[in-house]
Nanobody, 116 residues
Framework: QLQASGGGLVQTGGSLRLSCAASGRIFSSTSMAWLRQGPGKERELVANIRWGAGNTYYPGSVKGRFTISRDRGEKTVYLQMDSLKPEDTAVYYC???????????WGQGTLVTVSS
């Protein structure tokens, strides 16, 4: 199971940190990620991390502004979001799966609203 938290309302240029607490076994090969879906938009991958090696991936829309990390001892994944823009407004989901883009386990969403 995945439990996401940390969403809220922030002004343009501000920062937020999302957390995702995982329960159960996590394999080194597991990909943990954050997806988002904004109003009227398609779902989008915003960050992925390999649990064991820590390799990360970001799309161009958030690269340099968002940072994904994990605490293996706490079994928690974080998404640090800086320089937020109104277009970052979305419901953010924590997910996990066998590989990037293949996510079988989903947490509940957490809403991030960026005001202009």
């Amino acid at each position: 199971q995945l439990q996401a938290s940390g969403g809220g309302l922030v002004q343009t240029g501000g920062s937020l940190r999302l957390s995702c607490a995982a329960s159960g076994r996590i394999f080194s090969s597991t990909s943990m990620a954050w997806l988002r879906q904004g109003p009227g938009k398609e779902r989008e991958l915003v960050a992925n991390i390999r649990w064991g090696a820590g390799n990360t991936y970001y799309p161009g829309s958030v690269k340099g502004r968002f940072t994904i990390s994990r605490d293996r001892g706490e079994k928690t994944v974080y998404l640090q979001m800086d320089s937020l823009k109104p277009e970052d407004t979305a419901v953010y989901y924590c997910v996990a799966g066998a590989s990037i883009g293949d996510y079988a386990v989903w947490g509940q969403g957490t809403l991030v609203t960026v005001s202009s």
